[in-house]
T-cell receptor, first 113, second 111 residues
Framework: SQTIHQWPATLVQPVGSPLSLECTVE??????LYWYRQAAGRGLQLLFY??????ISSEVPQNLSASRPQDRQFILSSKKLLLSDSGFYLC????????????FGNGTRLTVT | EDKVVQSPLSLVVHEGDTVTLNCSYE??????LLWYKQEKKAPTFLFML????IEKKSGRLSSILDKKELFSILNITATQTGDSAVYLC???????????FGSGTQLTVLP
């Protein structure tokens, strides 16, 4: 069966520091991969999605970036965090076939101080 | 811009009650509508609806889609405290395979 791992679970970082969140998927090949952010009391906002290695689409202009160095690895990064980057970050995957449900990791709670 | 609106924003009921959660949408090129349950961390997938009038059912949960009126409902019968969660509605639209999420309904079931 397929599983998704996301780490770390929580992170407290000072403003201006770098960020690296990692997500890996097991049990499937060539998945679509996604990064979402969820602000308190709000729905999920799509940040990036990827349909293959090195293929990244950005939905929201900001100081975050994403990379997909391997088929089942997705990384969210920032060179300098802002206070507004605080939130709950969720990685997700779906099969590369039509409009398939997304399956989410357990998320990373990021607090920028 | 695609929009998904859920109501109510929050709901408090007692065990055994039946609840109906609403989701309306305005999107271009609708493909399908999904429901998720989010307790503490990861949203977990409940249903995907593509056609109008066909009820999806899983235990005490059921959902139906009306593509003419652009809405869906999620019903939970005989609620239990374990049903307490945020329920998220999301819509696939267009060709980019992206989900647009609503803000969710916070359901609290009291013993």
């Amino acid at each position: 069966s397929q599983t998704i791992h996301q780490w770390p679970a929580t992170l407290v970082q000072p403003v201006g520091s770098p960020l690296s969140l990692e997500c890996t998927v097991e049990g499937t090949s060539n998945p679509n991969l996604y990064w979402y952010r969820q602000a308190a009391g709000r729905g999920l906002q799509l940040l990036f999605y990827s349909v293959g290695i090195g293929q990244i689409s950005s939905e929201v202009p900001q100081n975050l970036s994403a990379s997909r160095p391997q088929d089942r690895q997705f990384i969210l990064s920032s060179k300098k965090l802002l206070l507004s980057d605080s939130g709950f970050y969720l990685c997700a995957w779906s099969v590369d076939r039509g409009y398939s449900p997304l399956h989410f990791g357990n998320g990373t709670r990021l607090t920028v101080t | 811009e695609d929009k998904v609106v859920q109501s109510p924003l929050s709901l408090v009921v007692h065990e055994g009650d039946t609840v109906t959660l609403n989701c309306s949408y305005e999107v271009t090129n609708f493909r399908s509508l999904l429901w998720y349950k989010q307790e503490k961390k990861a949203p977990t997938f409940l249903f995907m609806l593509t056609s109008s009038g066909i009820e999806k059912k899983s235990g005490r949960l059921s959902s139906i889609l009306d593509k003419k009126e652009l809405f869906s409902i999620l019903n939970i019968t005989a609620t239990q405290t374990g049903d307490s969660a945020v329920y998220l509605c999301a819509v696939f639209s267009g060709s980019a395979r992206q989900l647009t999420f609503g803000s969710g309904t916070q359901l609290t079931v009291l013993p």
